[in-house]
């Protein structure tokens, strides 16, 4: 039996975080009427279906910094102005993006797709956190700036990779965050995400 | 604050009720098992986000539906708010005045309720677990932004819970700096919680023993204590005092697979005229100090909130005796709650003449 397309096309749009079985089917009628009309969304479904391949061809994480990029480095590793010293370990691709609007910091990243959560089974394997280890004792890293979000997990993940990098004497610092500043990096504004920057706080090992 | 109007689908056994309120009464009665205290429910729900009955999300849906809705109409202070909830099988969202809910310190800072159960009485002589139950609602009701404290302390304590039982289950050897990276958070959410619980207790004891004298039921003096659930060696501070009790109970954490000290553990004691309440009060003078604690709770928050909250009454005529029952009354008028009352109708409640006075049967809602 062949699927309705209409159908299959909502329950796919389902599977999107924040999207429910409403949006979902506002959404597939918009692109289903969309394309079938004149005007600048004409090619909409089309244009979709390609960026969606292209996404999944051409997207891989960055060799150094797990950033998703096109090439083996993205263009931050690849800037050679870019402060050498200064590591910035976010949570995740749009924590990055929110930092780099800021333009406050000028180092490199350090994403780790995650924080610890051991209730849905993350821990410091899952996060690739001994990758992140001989990053920082390979290269001329001297600070460490620990950006995970002010929440339990964050904040647990911030401590936990504090006491992991104390053998290396690297200055460890981490965002000052949280209440009145918010506890979510990605819906901090530029001018408060810089504060929160260069305020950032030593870490000291309890 | 009170509601103007309250329309449900397919919660629980009602299908559709969508009925506008003017009095400050309103009365559902039926008989048992009809939908009186679903009703009362969903408007909890709509209220502070969650039931007062341990449940799945699927049982709010009435069978052979996907979702139920819950919305509420109300008057705050002359403005008038809108409460939508939404319940799936897998979530549930909220929207205030059209804008998605983020913490629930928004819900519990417009939405002030007292609910009022025939459990309830049990408080005095019950489980630990029920006065903790009592002590985070007026936590939360007194002080809306400790929500996100109360969510992110149980949050670190299913977390570490969950370091140590998959390491009793020997699915995973212990990684001692993981457990102390959320021991830490666990000490300082838990630090958090148990200063809410004084806090929200101080307030409470300005008006229960007032109550308490009025009712004869002390002659002398009342003594609420709040037991911390952790070992107190440092009465400068309850962090340093946590994380001893933590570091000496990990023998035992680890044997059991879960956290034996802190304030999930913790407990209030009622002392009458120097006798603890739990094992020499009489069962009219449990009573009367559990009828006084919601008092108080009613009076602090229309304290604080400049306004009456709202009171949900679920059978409690059942088991209040007259003298009781016509007192609650008596305060609810004077307060000038909006209450919403739900009766089997076997006892004459001699409720004020301005009220509604609706049926439920079957889960269908009709005026009388
Ligand atoms: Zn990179």
């Known amino acids: 039996m062949k699927l309705d397309p209409i159908a299959t096309l909502q329950l796919q749009l389902a599977r999107l975080p924040g999207i429910g079985p409403r949006s979902a089917a506002r959404l597939a009628f918009y692109i289903i009427k969309t394309s079938q009309a004149q005007g600048k969304n004409a090619n909409l479904a089309e244009d979709l279906a390609q960026s969606l391949l292209d996404v ?16 083996e480095y993205c263009s931050i590793c690849r800037d050679p102005r870019r402060d050498q010293s200064t590591l910035c370990v976010v949570e995740a691709v749009p924590d990055m993006q929110a930092l780099e609007k800021s333009g406050t910091f000028r180092g490199l990243y350090h994403v780790l797709h995650g924080v610890l959560a051991p209730l849905e089974g993350v821990g410091p394997e899952e996060l690739k956190l001994e990758y992140l280890l001989d990053r920082t004792k390979n290269k001329s890293v001297e600070e460490v ?10 904040d647990a993940t911030a401590l936990y990779l504090a006491s992991l990098l104390e053998p290396q004497e690297l200055r460890i610092t981490r965002l000052a965050m949280g209440v009145p500043l ?5 819906y901090l504004d530029s001018a408060t995400l810089s504060r929160a920057l260069l305020e950032r706080k030593d870490m000291v090992n309890t | 604050m009170y509601i103007e109007r309250l329309q449900l689908k397919n919660f629980r056994n009602i299908e559709s009720i969508n009925t506008a309120v003017e009095k400050s009464w309103v009365v559902i009665s039926g008989n048992n098992a009809q939908g009186k205290t679903n009703l009362l429910e969903a408007l909890y729900i709509a209220s502070t986000g969650q039931s007062f009955r341990k449940s799945l999300l699927s049982d709010f849906i009435k069978d052979n539906h996907e979702n139920s809705i819950i919305r509420c109409q109300i008057i705050k202070q002359n403005v008038r708010h809108q409460i939508d909830v939404q319940l799936q099988k897998t979530k549930r969202s909220i929207r205030v005045d059209d804008k998605p809910l983020r913490s629930l310190t928004k819900l ?3 939405m002030n309720i007292v609910a009022f159960f025939p459990d309830d009485l049990m408080l005095v002589k019950g489980s630990p677990e029920g006065r ?3 002590i985070d609602r007026c936590a939360l009701s007194f002080y809306p932004d400790s929500a996100d404290i109360f969510k992110a302390f149980r949050r670190s304590l299913k977390e570490r819970n969950s370091i140590l039982r998959k390491y009793q289950r020997q699915e995973q050897k212990l990684d001692v700096q993981l457990l102390k990276a959320f021991d ?5 959410y838990g630090a958090k919680v148990h200063q809410y619980r004084k806090d929200a207790l101080d307030e409470l004891k300005k008006y229960v023993e007032h109550y308490l004298l009025e009712f004869n039921v002390i002659k002398d003096s009342l003594e609420i204590s709040l037991e911390p659930g952790v070992p107190i ?15 000496e109970s990990m023998q035992i954490d680890q044997i059991r697979g879960l956290t034996t000290v802190g304030p999930q553990r913790s407990d209030l004691l009622f002392n009458l005229d120097g006798k603890e309440a739990k094992s020499f009060a009489s069962q009219g003078q449990q009573r009367s100090l559990v009828l006084a604690l919601k008092l108080a709770e009613l009076k602090v928050i229309e304290e604080k909130v400049g306004c009456a909250p709202l009171l949900i009454l679920d059978d409690v005529s059942s088991e209040l005796d007259q003298t009781r029952t016509e007192y609650l009354f008596k305060a609810i008028e004077d307060l000038g709650c909006q209450v919403w009352i739900s009766t089997t109708g076997s006892v004459d409640l001699k409720i004020p003449k301005e009220n509604h006075h609706f049926n439920i049967t079957n889960g269908a809602l009709k005026e009388l």
Request: include cysteine; hydrophobic fraction near 35%; glycine fraction near 4%.
């Open chain 2, 132 to 134: 903790r139950k009592f």
């Open chain 1, 56 to 71: 999944q061809k051409e997207v891989r994480l960055c060799r150094e910094c797990q950033n998703l990029c096109t090439e």
């Open chain 2, 184 to 188: 830490e958070q666990l000490i300082k």
């Open chain 2, 233 to 247: 060696h440092d009465i400068n501070s309850f962090q340093s005092s946590y994380r001893r009790a933590l570091a």
């Open chain 2, 108 to 110: 519990l800072s417009l």
């Open chain 1, 182 to 186: 918010g506890s979510e990096l990605e």
């Open chain 1, 145 to 154: 700036i620990i950006a995970t979000n002010a929440n339990v997990d964050g």
